[in-house]
């Protein structure tokens, strides 16, 4: 059996390179998405290995691909998840051609090197790796790249569950949600492995009202109705769930060196709620733990009149809405309506996943992190809950553990890069992570 050190990295490096360069050639910009040609591509190079693969189109031109490397069957498989779609690119604004997929200044640049082109083609090179290496597996490694996760995944993950639930019989899935981050936590590398996903539920909220004149304004103006509502919402701050800041701290007061057993003893003594108190105050000022510690609602439509002089009949708002796992959406609801005190306004859910999360005392977060401390022995690993959502929700409501982890040390500049402009991951930041993947399932199917 080859060791991991012995592996030949620079060469492994090289060969992802020019996979990932060309998987980024293939435009499969979501809407409309064209995946089936990612999908062909990959099972182009599955088969060249001689890995088991199969393609499953789930509309037109948009496909799904499983690729299968058999264990001994002592535990159950584990899902290697990454979807083929990216989100568009305003070309204008880049340095490069976003579909040129190029090796420039020590990057790979191109749309989806990191979200999420990236993470496939480390899991693909680790499961060839595997193989070649003829490594006894306990479980079989199965790769999943999907369709359509940047529009939500219907005709993606979602459509794998409901038509080939069979195939995904697996314990664990490693999927993108978290990165790991160049000086992340005050200037330290830290890794923020995603256990959980917060549920998005989108919300029409609208006012019906008088129409009229503009000249003689009313009381009934539904304008003013809908905005005196979303002032009240503005104005009203969502309590800290107080639970998860608890499993939070509790978390880094078992690793904590320092802080350790002042730690623990604030979590169980009764200064705990004080201590919350004062922790309010930095939560809600920095955005990231907000929104990680709260229900949070963001208002990002508003339709309302057309012409200077009309005062309309309607008025709307679209919220929305993020919520922390173990919140009911009809109590959401009714707790709207209760902060907005107005019965003149009507919510309508539009749309509405439920959050969802995975325990952190497993076996396989275990190989995570060790496999990070060992190849970055001065990182923090921080897991998080993802204000986003990511396709690991409807493998997690199928019972299966997923966490959500491109396991590189991202520069800002490159975290700020996915979704954005310019879109890249250095040499050094891909070779990470194609140890990282390889090595984490290497250890996870063999011990
Ligand atoms: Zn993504």
Not at 45 to 63: D, H, Y
Not at 71 to 95: F, N, R, Y
Not at 176 to 195: I, N, W, Y
Not at 339 to 365: C, G, H, M, W
Request: charged share 25%; hydrophobic share 40%.
């Amino acid at each position: 059996m080859e060791t991991v050190s012995s592996l030949n990295w620079d060469q492994i490096v090289e060969e992802a390179t020019q996979i990932l360069c060309e998987y980024v050639r293939i435009d499969t910009t979501n809407p409309p998405g064209n995946e089936l040609a990612g999908a062909e591509y990959l099972r182009g190079i599955c088969k060249k290995e001689g890995l088991e693969v199969e393609i499953f189109p789930s509309a037109n031109n948009r496909a799904n691909l499983l690729a299968r490397l058999k264990g001994d069957g002592t535990k159950k498989p584990i899902i290697l998840l990454s979807h083929i779609d990216v989100v568009g690119a305003e070309k204008e604004e880049w340095s490069v051609e976003p579909f040129a997929g190029i090796v420039k200044d020590g990057s790979i640049w191109g749309r989806g090197t990191v979200d999420c082109k990236g993470l496939g083609v480390m899991e693909l090179m680790s499961m060839i790796l595997l193989k070649k290496n003829q490594i006894k597996l306990k479980r079989d490694v199965i790769l999943l790249a999907v369709a359509d996760e940047e529009t939500g995944g219907e005709v993606g993950a979602g459509w794998m569950i409901r038509n080939h639930p069979d195939k995904l019989r697996a314990e664990f899935v490693l999927n993108e949600g978290g990165v790991g981050m160049k000086g992340g936590v005050a200037g330290r590398d830290s890794f923020a492995p995603c256990f959980g996903e917060k549920g998005p539920c989108w919300i029409k909220v609208a006012a019906e009202g008088m129409p009229g004149h503009g000249s003689m304004p009313s009381k009934d103006n539904a304008n003013d109705i809908l905005i005196n509502a979303l002032g009240r919402l503005q104005r009203y701050q969502f309590p800290l769930m107080g639970k998860w800041v608890k499993e939070a701290l509790l978390y880094f007061a078992r690793r904590a060196s320092i802080f350790r057993s002042f730690l623990l003893r604030m979590l169980a003594s009764p200064l705990l709620s004080v201590f919350l108190f004062l922790l309010k105050g930095v939560v809600t000022k920095n955005k990231r733990f907000n929104a990680m510690l709260r229900n949070t609602v963001a208002l990002t439509n508003l339709k309302a009149g057309f012409k200077e002089n009309v005062i309309p009949s309607r008025s709307e708002a679209v919220l929305d809405c993020r919520l922390i796992p173990g919140t009911s959406t009809p109590r959401f609801i009714s707790d709207l309506q209760k902060i907005i005190n107005d019965q003149r306004i009507k919510i309508e859910v539009i749309k509405n996943y439920d959050a969802s999360q995975s325990p952190l005392d497993t076996e396989f977060f275990e190989v995570i992190e060790k496999t990070i401390r060992k190849n970055s022995p001065q990182a923090m690993v921080m897991p998080i809950l993802a204000p986003g959502f990511t396709d690991s929700r409807w493998l997690r409501e199928q019972g299966l553990i997923a966490y959500g982890l491109i396991p590189c040390l991202l520069s800002s500049e490159e975290v700020d890069s996915i979704h954005g402009r310019d879109e890249k991951i250095s040499l050094e930041s891909f070779k990470l992570g194609l140890k990282n993947v390889y090595e984490i399932c290497l250890e996870i199917c063999t011990r």
